[in-house]
């Protein structure tokens, strides 16, 4: 392979579909035109646990312009059920192995119960109202304090990917050769994903041929899962999701309404447009879980770990064993010799929880990243240098070196830009007027996702000199199409606008959905494959042409800048190439195989947060005043797509930290707050100055351009450092996300 | 939504002829909270009649010192004008603390004071809840009720007033005048919103078909010295937990003149009388203002989830009356350029 010269990559290049999306152009999966198009609206259970009785349709079936109305009576059965299985797997991927409307019972509230088609969305929506449903009801259980006492320890959570137990040495001895302990109970809310486009399927069929728009992170996963559903061919499936308006894991798994759109379409035998409302978004796409962990730390004096007991309670769905992985990094990213992780699960009356931004690390490390700052408090050790006292080299689970880290630089040039040293570490020392002045640190971790399938990609030159590249991943708000492009544009050697790369259908070669912060890295090294050997392709032919100025060069020695490729003082444009012989376009396949599962390396990005917050003791408002984190994401390929990111990433752990909270109400099994007024998320006034530090490390493990990936560590460690800085505020330790008013009066 | 039709009215006697002469008539004003009840069925009107065209907009300074303020003024027209502004900030205030930018350049000043409660289980249109559906019972006493009332409850409805200015409007005896199927009639604001009583739908004295046409703050020279202090989890877009609209006049380190209201914690926007009564002729102090505010808050009936609101409340009572006596005005801000303390 010859070396590219990279221009393009590391360049702060703007979006390449920024003026589509703010020209309206750019047309999502619920704003495709087609001709006589009906509407689906998806009936939702009123109750929590029970049956459904009888549902009335005669009503609703009388209205004008209503086209069926689908039950379980009516709703085709499924062809087959496919298992829990991570979307990155690259396999089918639904969110839960419970498909609705296959029998009478009820597990969860909002759980679809009927399907009403009409031909405009207001009259599908007034003829649901129109059903009489009947429920036989029993009481629910969905809250840690109702299933407390049902508890069990699963063999595997997170479909099957992850032990229920994690140990290393003997946790109870390491706590007795501690000379302190710190130990507390964390609890975290349950949050819903709530990005701005809500889910959304246009299904359309021609004979036995589907087509389907969908809003997802990975079109084939739609695709498989759909197929496996309906019993349908993948060669007569083809989904196209060229965008998603934001997703944060509740677009990453393939749930019920892509597959109920086909059905419903299938049914009235018209083209139909399935979106959830906002408050089906709460019970339809699966959520992060209420939970609380405990947390035991051990530790010598001088501050070195000896112990690190992590265990986990969390509801689960009635069909499946899901947690997020919050036990997961707590076990690697600290030297420490005595380890013991534990999830336990109750079955509860809600849907399967499924992957949210950070799953489990952004829960896991705020519980782990408070109780060392409490050990820092404890032994009166800044709490950078307790960090630094108990850091590791390797991956303190499997003894394996980190493919790369950055972690030391990310501590200490965040420090630096932060303003950390001096820190007088006294609880409430810092006043402002009524406000009380604190700062807090954590550190950051995510690790680089494994995965399991070649990822591909296909480069297409013309004769004028511009390119294609393509892979079927969608761009859901990251900016892949944007960093794909430049990875293209220095694999060939072209300028980026001449540069185009096309994306989010089943038609192109296939990529894994883009989730676990691996977009970046799989889909740039399929892209990096593709052009690369597209190049390597086009030189080849050049000096082995009589008729090429290059004929005869070594192709090592030939470099390409701006479509011109050169050796010495020799040179041939790829479009004279191509021209000369008669070529309208040439193409290269690409692909790349991930890294072995059994590499002698683990790999895990890493970072760390900082933050200094207000706190109006008396009023109990905390605000925060600004935000530092330093991340070592390996390559970055556009610094102003991953700062944005990473920017993101830290806004929404200032979200989780003070205000994301469903609430459940325990008697009747439904989310009290499903809307966006009621459900809170940060807005702009909440937003300090957030800096973001890019510190670049090489890696040569992960995947040929080294990206590790700033999808999801921008918010590991924000709402940590926030509850951190909170008690050296004020000196009081709240335990419990997000941190409300009452928690500090 | 159920299927419904719509009027545009031109002039104001029609409107109030077409709403009062059917039941299943509605106004349409803003329409920033109506349209989204109207989605979640939880408003069943036949028709709307759409007021926008009527003569009702101005927003004009009294000659004796007050204001005179149109039905469908606009939330940011009224915040923004400089007559509010100079003899009223209190108002302003509590105008650009509500809602969004984008509510505000549409919502009414009318429909504002008429505004529905947020309490989730009167909007999911599933729950019992006696406001909604008389007499199905309250879900809000045992359910989720963080954000609900701790004055002016009772064992049928807890749900707060949301409204923001409505709070410094009955801080200030403003008044409502309306037209109706009778006539002109004038309401004191005071008795414009309804406790709950046994009857939590009835929120207001108005007849089916009777119009806000005007709101009238008359003149009070102690609210060119006031303050909206707004308590709430996010720095903007969000109801009050608790707020406090306060004017104060010291003259020789003695109290002369004092109001506040209370809002986010209360059924009705809540005039603190029993406070007022206790700081007039008070000194200016601490202490004082705490005995105000516990005396105001004396009844208050919280449930486990809100009781924090009690002492809250107290606390921004406190805070308001301090930053008023010392000059702090809206109080420190936590950043440059962002934020007051609510």
Known sequence: ?745 | MRPITYLRATDTATAVAAVSTDPTSDFLAGGTTEVDLLRQDVLNPRRLVDINDLPLAGIEGTPEGGLRIGALARMSEVAAAPVVRERFPLIAQALELGASAQLRNMASMGGNLLQRVRCSYFRDAESPCNKRDPGTGCSAIEGFSRGHAVLGTSEHCIATHPSDVAVALVALDARVHTLGPNGERTHAIDDFFLLPGDSPHREHPLEHGELITAIEVPAAPVARHSLYLKVRDRESYEFALVSVAAALSVMDGTIAEVRVALGGVATKPWRARRAEDFLVGATVRRDDFAMAARVELADARPTPMNAFKVELAQRAIIRALDMLSDGTGTGPAPRPGIGSPS
């Open chain 1, 1 to 745: 392979m010859t070396a590219t010269i990279p221009s393009a990559i590391g360049q702060p290049l703007d979006r390449v579909d920024g003026p589509a999306k703010v020209s309206g152009s750019a047309r999502y999966s619920a704003e495709i035109p087609l001709p006589a198009m009906a509407y689906a609206y998806v009936v939702g259970s009123r109750i929590a646990a029970g049956r459904v009785t009888g549902i009335d349709t005669s009503a609703a079936l009388a209205e004008e312009g209503v086209l069926a109305v689908l039950t379980q009576q009516t709703l085709p059965k499924i062809a087959e059920q496919p298992p829990l299985v991570p979307s990155l797997a690259g396999t089918a991927a639904p969110g839960q192995t419970f498909f609705p409307m296959q029998d009478d019972t009820v597990h969860y509230a909002g759980q679809p119960i009927a399907l009403v088609v009409a031909d405009t969305w207001e009259r599908a929506q007034y003829a649901a109202r129109l059903l009489r449903v009947s429920y036989a009801e029993t009481p629910p259980v969905t809250t840690l304090d109702q299933g407390r006492d049902l508890s069990y320890e699963p063999e595997r959570i997170f479909g099957g990917w992850i032990p229920g137990r994690i140990e290393r040495g003997n946790v109870e001895a390491g706590l007795r050769e501690a000379d302190v302990r710190v130990e507390g109970t964390y609890t975290y809310a349950a949050n819903n994903h709530n990005p701005i486009e809500p889910s959304c399927t246009t299904a359309q069929w021609d004979g036995d041929n589907l087509l389907l728009y969908d809003a997802t992170q990975g079109v084939n996963a739609t695709q498989m899962t759909v197929s496996r559903l309906l019993g349908v061919p993948m060669s007569k499936i083809r989904v196209i999701g060229h965008y998603a308006g934001g997703s944060f894991g509740c677009k990453a798994m393939i749930h019920a309404h892509p597959t109920l759109a086909a059905m419903a379409a299938r049914a009235v035998g018209r083209p139909v447009k399935l979106v959830l409302t906002r408050e089906q978004m709460f019970t339809s796409v699966g959520h992060r879980e209420e939970q609380e962990q405990h947390l035991t730390l051990g530790a010598t004096r001088d501050g070195r770990l000896t112990a690190i007991r992590h265990h986990k309670l969390s509801p689960t769905s009635h069909f499946d064993d899901w947690a997020e992985p919050s036990v997961g990094v707590s076990s690697q990213i600290y030297a420490c010799p005595h380890y013991e992780g534990v999830y336990r699960l109750f079955r509860a009356n809600t849907m399967t929880p499924t992957f949210m931004r950070a799953p489990g690390e952004a829960s896991g490390m705020y519980a782990l990243e408070c109780a060392l700052d409490e050990l820092a408090h404890e032994l009166g050790i800044d709490p950078i240098e307790l960090r630094l006292r108990n850091h590791t080299d390797v991956d303190a689970m499997t003894g394996l070196p980190w493919s790369s880290s950055g972690l030391k630089e990310c501590y200490e040039r965040g420090a630096q830009r932060f303003g950390w040293a001096g820190r007088d570490p006294r609880p409430g020392s810092r006043r402002d007027g009524n406000w009380l002045i604190g700062t807090g640190m954590a550190t950051a971790c995510y690790p680089v996702a494994p995965l399991a399938n070649p990822q591909r990609a296909r480069a297409r030159l013309y004769a004028d000199g511009t390119a294609v590249v393509q892979a079927a991943t969608p761009d859901f708000g990251t900016g892949v199409a944007t960093v794909m492009t430049q990875v293209a544009a220095d694999g060939l050697g072209l300028s980026v606008d001449r540069c185009r790369f096309e994306n989010g259908d089943t038609d192109l070669p296939n990529i894994a959905a883009a989730v676990g912060s691996a977009g970046a890295g799989m889909i740039s090294a399929a892209v990096h494959s593709a052009a690369t050997a597209l190049r390597s392709q086009l030189i080849r032919s050049a000096v082995g042409d009589p008729g090429s100025p290059l004929h005869g060069a070594d192709p090592v020695d030939v470099v390409v800048r701006d479509g011109v490729m050169t050796a010495g003082t020799a040179s041939e444009s790829y479009s004279d190439l191509l021209r000369r012989t008669f070529q309208p376009d040439v193409e290269a396949a690409g692909q790349w195989n991930p890294p072995a599962h059994d590499i002698p390396y683990a790999t895990m990005t890493f970072g760390a947060q900082f933050a200094e917050v207000a706190v109006d003791a008396e009023l109990g408002l905390v605000r925060v005043r600004r935000m530092t984190g330093a991340f070592a994401p390996g390559r970055v390929l556009n610094p102003k797509t991953a700062r944005s990111q990473l920017m993101g990433g830290m806004l929404w752990g200032l979200g989780q930290a003070l205000l994301e909270a469903n609430h459940m109400q325990p008697d009747t099994g439904r989310w009290v707050n499903a809307s966006l007024g009621e459900y809170l998320v940060p807005v702009n006034a909440d937003a300090p100055d957030v800096d973001v530090e890019l510190i670049e490390v090489e890696d040569d493990i992960v995947n040929p351009l080294g990206v590790k990936g700033v999808g999801e560590i921008g918010q590991v460690g924000a709402a940590a450092a926030i509850a951190n800085a909170v008690h050296h505020a004020t000196g009081r330790r709240v335990r419990k996300l997000p941190i409300m008013i009452e928690d500090l009066l």
